[in-house]
């Protein structure tokens, strides 16, 4: 979907459902950057390496998250994972709101209210 473009529920479902698979490995790899960069330098390496992997894993992060947005998705956190699909609902302009850990796109909220204003998708 272009930039700028809204999604019906329908459509933001159905691209939630392409985008789950990212949207996990995004958490996965979060997770495990975050290991690896507590690692101390001098230290004994996290068994799941070291630099490098590090490294990597920042790069797959920033390649996953490009892909996100390039569906013309949101994306408003990181830890934890948020992301709206802007629509409208009854003529109002709203964000279709998904977080990280929900499996379907059940929740919105008005522009002005943001997070704080979700409410059940009717």
Known sequence: ???????????ARAELARLLPVLDEVVA???????LAITPPDGPPSPLGGLPELKAAQARLD????????TGVELK?????LVD??????????????L??????DWY???DTGFAGRRPIP
């Open 1 to 11: 979907m272009a930039a700028g473009a809204l999604f019906t529920v329908e459509e």
């Open 29 to 35: 790899l979060r997770a495990d950057a975050a290991e």
């Open 63 to 70: 390649e996953l998250l490009t892909t996100v947005q390039q």
């Open 77 to 81: 956190g990181f830890a934890p994972l």
């Open 85 to 98: 699909f802007p629509s409208e609902l009854a003529g109002r302009p709203v964000l279709l709101c998904w």
């Open 100 to 105: 990280e850990g929900d499996r379907s796109l």
């Open 109 to 111: 909220h008005p522009l």
